[in-house]
């Protein structure tokens, strides 16, 4: 089985949440929220039934890319899942001489969040400590991340942690509700990071 990049940095805590690496049994929470119509219809892909969800996050690869955001345990309770990450590591471009120099540099990060803890700055203090151990103990050049044009919350958090819009592209991402949709790619490099 595959485990998450550096496991002696997590958990990570801030000031009210902690990000810690997925497992299997956290799956079922990240269902509830991933199967609401207001969150699945900005993901990639949204299984219907929570059988094809499990066969798709147990898989060893993907639960070691994942990581789940929660509300830490208060007086002997256990702690409250609001969110998962993705962390995804890989290797930047390069040409064929310099291509060991660029294995796994950088990272494509994804999140979703409970719509029952949204508007209260969770997302951004979240991802904000996913970046700084990117750029951290990690020691990635840089991370990014995308979205549909029309979620707008997504891309207002990139903009709000000082990343950059890459590309605005139109009408190249085909939606599940059959119409093509524009896209957003944002990034930032380490030595632009400043938390």
Known sequence: MTTPPHTDVWPVRTERLQIRPMTASDVDAMWEWRRLPEVNRWLGLAPDTIEAFRERYLDPDRLASMYIVELPPESGEAPVPVGDVMIRIGDGWAQLEVADEAKGVEAELGWVLDPGYTGRGYATEAIRAVIDVCFGPLGLRRVHAGCFADN??????????????????????????GEWLDGMNYGILAEEWHD
Do not use: I, V
Not at 154 to 172: A, P, Y
């Open 152 to 177: 707008e919350p997504s891309w207002r958090l990139m903009e709000r942690l000082g990343m950059r819009r890459e590309e605005f592209s139109r009408k190249t991402a085909l939606h599940r509700s």
